[in-house]
């Protein structure tokens, strides 16, 4: 999709004619050249007009990242997608083939520490990954001065959650809590990876047998205060199925996690730990 295939689009679903769609900001004849693709629109007034109209950048840019992101970019994009849907569902054979896809097709360091770690975690040999390939991933993290803003890194230690001690990924929440309330403006799509990060913290803290402690309160309330849209919803029910654990409600838990099931709501689920 292109940037005036995407503008257009917008303007559909906030139902404004071209003029209101333009803000004031182009003139009505010279969107309608942008939309037809006979005008490139400058990013500081690609900018405003979404801005003008509240548009999330990030969901915009998401729109189009396939007419303008990079090859590589892309290939990392879809391979990173079948990974995470090969661990979602525990997919042993096409984590594999995956990992495999990644050294061959990509130099991406971060996806393919992510991706070694996956599969380690799905055949239970994360104990045997090498002392170097640990350190390795401890280095990355402790070369970002602020990895919750840069997306790569932050998937990274969502990865490796599994493979950190408990003191460092104590230290390492509780320096992404403070640094999250530091943040006045959270795009849509980072909103959804802080998300992800707090369930698999919390799945991670419980089977740790982890007592309640700031950072499990904190990703608890992180869920809890998610918007009420059906893109968020599942892990604001994430959210409660782990309150409900922490709290030692177990039976509601199992309750939740039945009922869930039997509505045919299985990824993620059918790998909750209670």
């Known amino acids: 999709m292109t940037i005036g295939e995407a503008l257009k689009e917008e303007q559909k679903r906030l139902g404004l004619t071209s003029e209101a769609m333009a803000a004031g900001v182009i003139t009505k004849g010279t969107y309608s050249k942008v939309v037809n693709g ?58 594999e083939e995956c990992l495999t ?49 840069d997306l790569d890194a932050l998937r990274l230690f969502n990865t490796a959650l599994l493979i950190l001690s408990s003191e460092k990924v104590e230290i390492e929440m509780n320096l992404f809590f403070i640094k999250l309330n530091r943040i006045k403006k959270i795009s849509e799509q980072m909103e959804e990876r802080y998300a992800i990060l707090c369930c698999n913290y919390l799945d991670w803290k419980y089977r740790q047998q982890g007592e309640v402690n700031d950072n499990v309160k904190n990703a608890l309330k992180y869920l809890s205060d998610l918007k009420l849209t059906a893109h968020f919803e599942s892990y604001k029910v994430c959210g409660k199925y782990f309150g409900y654990l922490f709290n030692k409600e177990i039976d509601s838990a199992k309750n939740m996690r039945k009922s869930l099931l039997a509505l045919g709501i299985t990824v993620g689920v059918e790998n909750w730990p209670v």
């Open 101 to 149: 896809k990644i050294k061959n097709q990509t130099s991406n360091k971060y996806l393919q520490q992510r991706a070694e770690i996956t599969v380690a975690y799905l055949t239970n040999s994360t104990d045997k990954l090498s002392k170097n390939f640990k350190q390795a991933v401890v280095d990355e993290l402790n070369n970002h001065s602020n990895w919750v803003k």
């Open 38 to 95: 006979k005008l490139r629109l400058s990013s500081d007034l690609l900018v405003e007009i979404l801005f003008k109209h509240n548009i999330d950048i990030s969901d915009f840019f998401e729109m189009i990242k396939s007419t303008y992101m990079p090859k590589e970019k892309l290939i990392e994009e879809k391979l990173f997608s079948e990974m995470q849907q090969a661990l979602n569902n525990h997919e042993v054979e096409k984590a």
